[in-house]
């Protein structure tokens, strides 16, 4: 089972700042946060990940919670080309496994 | 860096014939590939691991024996479907784990293929 879970879908309006929450509750203590975004029939890009800090790269921001129960993916100004399923995986420590959850579908409206 | 390409991008097989899907890590080493199924409106569903040298670890569920995954080199896996059937039609994508050290940014990170869509008639 997926060890993450997300909102099903959310709208954010162009130009805007989209918030994407993930929770994983059972994050073990050497466990990173990825988040990979899919666009139609391609395959997963990454985006960012995280340990315990906060991190930030070109495309996002990544928000994690000090207890690591949970992180926010943050896309500072969201552009139409952002509509995609975003989904957040956590490492499975020792297999390198991704167990995908059923992600979110972020739609961005113009 | 770090590109990983799938062959062909789109095969369509009749119903009973075998076709065979290719994953390439292009400018890196891959220890462990991976190979996920996805349905229409669904998320990736990881189907084995593979490592190189050795027998693929295969996920509850999946068939072996109907899911071949040959991890021949440090840079190439393939996924054969044999006796494809419709339900078999999907979106097949692999993914590469490269070697630990060796530019990654860190040790679970995968890079991902382009897909391959797979259709039985």
């Known amino acids: 089972d997926a060890k993450t879970t997300q909102p099903p879908s959310m709208d954010c309006a162009e130009g805007r700042a989209a918030n994407l929450p993930c929770n994983h509750s059972?994050?073990?203590?050497?466990?990173?946060v990825y988040w990979y975004r899919q666009i139609h029939s391609q395959g997963p890009q990454y985006i960012i990940h995280?340990?315990?800090n906060n991190e930030t790269n070109e495309m996002a921001s990544l928000i994690i919670t000090e207890d690591r129960k949970s992180s926010t993916l943050i896309l500072p100004h969201a552009t139409l080309r952002d509509t995609a399923v975003y989904y957040c995986?956590?490492?499975?420590?020792?297999?390198?496994?991704?167990?995908f959850g059923t992600g979110t579908r972020l739609k961005v409206l113009a | 860096g770090a590109v990983v390409s799938q062959h062909p991008s789109r095969v369509i097989c009749k119903s009973g014939t075998s076709v065979k899907i290719e994953c390439r890590s292009l400018?890196?080493?891959?220890?462990?590939m991976f190979w996920y199924r996805q349905f229409p409106k669904q998320s990736l569903m990881l189907m084995a691991t593979?490592?190189?040298?050795?027998?693929?670890?295969?996920e509850q569920g999946v068939e072996k024996d109907k899911f071949l995954i040959n991890h021949a080199s440090l840079t190439l896996s393939t996924l054969t479907v044999t006796s494809a059937h419709p339900e078999d039609s999907s979106f097949y994508i692999c993914?590469?784990?490269?070697?630990?050290?060796?530019?990654?940014?860190?040790?679970?990170?995968?890079?991902f293929g382009p897909g391959t869509r797979l259709t039985v008639t």
């Open positions: 059972t994050i073990s203590g050497n466990e990173y």
């Open positions: 593979s490592n190189e040298g050795s027998k693929a670890t295969y």
């Open positions: 400018d890196f080493q891959a220890t462990t």
């Open positions: 993914s590469a784990r490269e070697r630990t050290g060796e530019g990654t940014r860190t040790p679970y990170e995968q890079y």
């Open positions: 995280g340990l315990k």
């Open positions: 995986i956590v490492s499975t420590s020792g297999t390198y496994k991704y167990i």
